[in-house]
């Protein structure tokens, strides 16, 4: 266990630390910074070299609607690695063998043990680069982007579960989400997640946890959308940007070169970029089986010039699948795993790479400012605020006099169906549900845009009820809402937003979580006037994907990852980390 120097500067910190109670008597894993563009493990640079490791699991059913936002087919469920001691302990073996020093991971459940596992890879010298997003409502929705507070809470439960383990590198805010110019306007609130994350995990005295994205491929060029979201992300302020920059390319299909791959064009356009970047997905697969994969773009990324502007990648998959490109480099039968034969190949081109120890120059480049929105990338500078469950508590509780039943609330199709019908009835009413909507294109967002979809639909359900002057019809909703008894007059529904909104006032600041723990959930809505059907987002897909989406609205959508830099590193090996020191000192 290592504590880095800014353990001790932990501030306030509102949330319960993982304990880690085994005393370890194996040396410590190394903590690794970030320092400019390149990450370090003390003077060297360090290199990601990785695997892809997250057992797929089914995808569910694509909708048009999702089909028309540039999304993938991706799963809605998952299975979290590393819950699985045993199966951990297989394939750390196969790891070691394979000469990898990181394992992506797309999904994790924070309610889960996941001391084993963590152990079993930081012992074999293993990083983990997490994705904090979950499938279905569990990520940034690029169809219906937020960042709100069931989002925000979410994360943070699993940054609370792994920020205290040493082979962390990363956090992942999203995966994916942006995938061609119609969805840019989802590029806010991926660089909000990325600026709250980090606050986040400062406020936790762990800032030396990087915090990533991992972006698809796209066309080359400043005139196309994949380099204007790399600039996007990581211009402004080291408070703004992401650590290290993720593209999930696969570019490089058998044999080929340098050149033809465009990773030479890559190379230079990414070579701009102020922090880490990595291919946060390569190995491309030919036919239907990556069995005959050579792997040769290993050799070009370990080596100048591509080192010059990257810092590794990630194989893809350890795992096979079972629909559409197997990317597997194994099969798994019941408990027993076999080598595939494209795994050799791996394994010796990561054997033979030497990428260069020292960085090309020493310079630390500033973050440029940011420029924009263009046609080609037509997101808002103007980011969304922090969300605040606090505030979206406080109203629930005093401002808001129409409320959804448990079981509605508990219901991501049945909320998306009233906040649409709520918001239809309130256009009819001259009024509108501008307060819960957020738009990234045009960097509006509503005042109470970032609450949970359930509270967004508590919302506008109590707004139609008080310009209906509280008409007890107007607060049914076929029976999925309660008039309260709070909240029964407009004086003191302004009262309470007063009341609240000094209380808690909407800006950036450190995110502090609701005293639950967990906001009242709800999966993300359609909000829009009109609309109906509620969804939410998905998560990693890659085109080939591992992690969650969601079935019944429009998504095609992604999540991701995140991170945070380094801080030089003072390593204290410590035998035994004492349970809830975080706590103590905060
Ligand atoms: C997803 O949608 C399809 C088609 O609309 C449906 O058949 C399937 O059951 C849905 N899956 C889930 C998990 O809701
Ligand atoms: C996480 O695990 C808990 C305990 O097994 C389970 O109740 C919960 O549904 C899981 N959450 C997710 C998102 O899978
Ligand atoms: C790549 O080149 C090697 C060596 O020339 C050859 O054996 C292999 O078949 C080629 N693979 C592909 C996919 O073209
Ligand atoms: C709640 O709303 C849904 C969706 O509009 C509707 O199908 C259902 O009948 C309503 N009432 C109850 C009690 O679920
Ligand atoms: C939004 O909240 C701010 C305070 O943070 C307040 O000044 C403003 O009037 C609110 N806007 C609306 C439309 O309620
Ligand atoms: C997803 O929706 C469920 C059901 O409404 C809710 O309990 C959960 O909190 C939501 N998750 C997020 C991250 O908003
Ligand atoms: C479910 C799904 O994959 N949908 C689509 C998402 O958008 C891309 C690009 O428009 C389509 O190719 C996918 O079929």
Redesign the pocket.
Known sequence: MRLGSNFLAAAASLAVSTCLLQASSSLAIATITRRGKYLYNGNDRFYIKGVAYQEPAPV??A?EANDANGGFPEP?SFTDPLALPEACARDVANFRDLGVNALRVYSVNASLNHDACMKTFSDAGMYVILDLALPLNGSINRAEPTWDVGLLELYARTIDAFDGYDNLLAFGIANEVVTQTSNANAAPFIKAAARDVKAYLRSKGKSNILVTYSSTDGASGITNWRDSLASYLTCGSDDLSVDLYGLNSYAWCGNSSFSASGYDTLTTEFGTLPVAAYLSEFGCVQGSSGNTRPWTEVSALFSSPMTNTFSGGVAFSYFPQDYGKDYGLVDVSGNSVTLRSDWNALKAQYANVTPPATAPSSSTPNFPACQGPTTNFPASQNLPPTPDPRLCDCLRNSAWGCLLNARAEDSPQIIGTLVGQACTYLDQQGDSCAPILADGATGTYGNYSFCSASERTDWAMSRFYEVTDFNPQSCDFAGNATAQTTATSVSAIDDAYSTCLAQYPIGVHTPVLSASGSSSGGGSSSGGSGSSGGTSGSNSGNGNGNSGSN??SNSNNSNSSGASFALPTLVFMISAFICGAVTVIA
Do not use: G, S, V
């Open positions: 569910a059913a909708t809605d079935n019944n």
